[in-house]
């Protein structure tokens, strides 16, 4: 196999971030050769001193000219967009307030999200976090969170992915085995849980197999080590916390996809050759690559790639595992809905806006 169709297969594991609201050259020659499935936008994607149609014009240019450097017809068009602090988009999207707070209004709130992303063109949010807001001094969790316990962290998660599910767009749980229990931020250091499996299953399980009892079609992989069940690597790259205990015990048979590759708790073991192939191996389907916390250079990207395709050739890789993995993916994009990019009606903003304040004054439960 050829060096360019060793990057273009591992396009099909990729999920790409882009680096500004216009494609770079760069941007360009990365579509092109990688392919990716997907891409991951952020703020710096949206021109935030436009008017509404001059950003959203803007934007479906992007989007027109993504598809047409990738050469995909379909694609994920993925955004982090839980409400809170988590939201990219300029006015006038709906600023909803954070998971936390939403409670009953949950699935409304994540309906009115969807009708917002598909006008974007958006198809995969980031969302819903199943973590549970258990720590009270977690700096990276916390109110984005549905719940500090794990019961109602897996009832209202639930609720806000049955929003999104029944308006077409697609979910992912975040962030597997449990964030919500750290007192660090994997953005910025590894965070260490002592947890056991019984630990786990007694409280961070719970949510995510709520999720799982309503087929959530993706699972993000959380960058935490947890000694007492995996002492070598964290969940990303184990075998142990992604096969034996999200696909074997809790019967998930959907995309597994890692939290963005550029955070620096797992950054640097990516720099390591063999690090994708034990990735995959461990359960991993799906790599976001957002290119937007520690470079917004491809070369990381590309040295990721060249160590898929070695990994393929040198057999650390197996042909079947990266087919399997391949499989889940476009089993899943066959039946994503592309979205034509439009303005949304004054109407619909206004009664968004209303439910968003409505949402702010509930009590928390």
């Given amino acids: 196999m050829s060096v360019a169709q060793h990057l273009q297969k591992f396009g099909n594991h990729l999920i790409l971030g882009i680096s500004g609201t216009q494609l770079s050259d760069e941007d360009k020659r990365a579509l092109s050769e990688l392919q990716p499935v997907g891409v991951i936008f952020f703020a710096k994607n949206f021109l935030d001193d436009a008017t509404y149609e001059i950003w959203l014009q803007t934007f479906r240019e992007l989007i027109d000219q993504i598809r047409e450097y990738a050469e995909r017809d379909s694609m994920f068009f993925s955004l982090d967009h839980e409400g809170g602090r988590v939201v990219r988009t300029p006015v006038p ?57 794990a019961e109602t962290a897996a009832k209202w998660a639930r609720e806000y992915y049955l929003g999104l599910q029944e308006s077409g767009i697609l979910a992912c749980a975040k962030h597997f085995p449990g964030h919500g229990d750290t007192s660090q931020d994997s953005h910025l250091e590894l965070p260490i849980l002592d947890l056991t499996k019984e630990d786990l299953r007694d409280r961070e399980l719970i949510p995510f197999n709520a999720l799982i009892a309503e087929q959530i079609p993706l699972i993000m992989t959380a960058h935490i080590l947890f000694p007492k069940i995996d002492p070598d690597v964290p969940a990303t790259l184990s075998r142990t916390i992604l096969t034996n205990i999200l696909r074997e015990e809790l019967g998930f048979s959907g995309v597994i996809v890692s939290d963005d590759l550029d955070m620096k708790a797992i950054a640097d073991r990516f720099t390591t050759k063999g690090t994708i192939a034990q990735a995959i191996n461990a359960g991993c389907d799906l790599f976001i690559i957002s290119r937007n916390i520690n ?59 209303e439910l968003a304040i409505a949402s702010s004054y509930q009590e928390i439960g």
Avoid: C, M
Wanted: hydrophobic share 40%; aromatic share 6%; charged share 15%.
């Fill in 295 to 353: 470079s917004s250079s491809l070369e990381r990207t590309y040295h990721i790639a060249q160590d898929f395709g070695d990994s393929l050739a040198n057999g650390s890789l197996n042909d079947s595992v990266v087919a399997a993995a391949q499989q889940r993916i476009e089993k899943l994009l066959a039946v994503t809905p592309q979205y034509i990019v439009r303005t949304l009606d004054q109407e619909t903003l206004t009664q968004h806006a």
């Fill in 93 to 149: 999207i709906t600023r909803f307030p954070y998971a936390l707070s939403l409670q009953s209004r949950s699935r409304q709130v994540a309906q009115a999200t969807a009708v917002e992303l598909q006008s974007l063109g958006i198809n995969l949010s980031w969302a819903p976090v199943a973590d549970i807001y258990s720590h009270p001094e977690n700096p990276v969790i916390g109110s984005r969170a549905f719940g500090t316990t």
